[in-house]
């Protein structure tokens, strides 16, 4: 079915909100595998050459982006926002840059995913772009908030998968050099 096709070449990853006073209220183990599966899409990301948008909600009360990330941002120049609105659609600096990229496929990964990734998920969808959110890669302070946001973020047309799944769709096959720097990363 083509919903579910990732073609890399359409495609960027966007990082919502992982920031250090939201991360905080996190639980432990939840925050360590965002974090990690939100940095194996960054460096994916890299490797292919996808366009990464990094946001952050009200950096100024939230802090700024956890530092194993910021330190990806900062060493693969990705686009970084700062905003008030829970919807990243709702940033006209964030729409320019979306609309910039040409892309039309919108991999999602962050925190909130009950508020912040899934009301961004909910607006692309209306805006005609095909959603897919790394379900490993976004959390909330409540598993039971997280699962809700998951279910109505599929039930709205949006593919959820793991972040594994995700880059292999788009890789497509083996052999390549994307292929061999894409399966080191994952090991």
């Known amino acids: ?6 073609d890399a070449a359409n495609a960027l990853v966007v990082l919502i909100d992982i920031q250090v006073r939201l991360s905080a209220a996190m639980p432990e183990d939840v925050l360590k595998n965002t974090v990690q599966k939100s940095g194996l899409l960054m460096d994916a990301a890299d490797v292919m050459g996808l366009p990464v948008i990094v946001t952050e909600q009200y950096p100024k009360g939230l802090g700024g982006t956890v530092a194993a990330l910021e330190e990806r941002i900062n060493k693969y ?13 709702g940033e006209e600096s964030f729409m320019r840059a979306l609309e910039g990229t040409g892309c039309q496929t919108v991999i999602l990964c962050g925190q909130e995913t009950h508020v912040c990734v899934l009301q961004t998920a909910l607006d692309l969808m ?18 039971l908030n997280w699962q809700f946001a998951l279910e109505e973020m599929r039930q709205a047309g949006c593919v959820v998968e793991p972040v594994e799944s995700i880059l ?14 894409i399966s080191r990363l994952v090991k």
């Open 1 to 6: 079915m083509e919903k579910f096709k990732l």
């Open 77 to 89: 120049s990705y686009t970084k926002i700062s905003k008030l609105s829970f919807s990243c659609c």
């Open 126 to 143: 209306e805006k005609g772009y095909k959603v897919f959110v790394a379900g490993d890669a976004v959390c909330s302070r409540e598993k």
């Open 168 to 181: 292999f769709k788009m890789l497509g096959a083996a052999g390549s050099p994307a292929f061999k720097a």
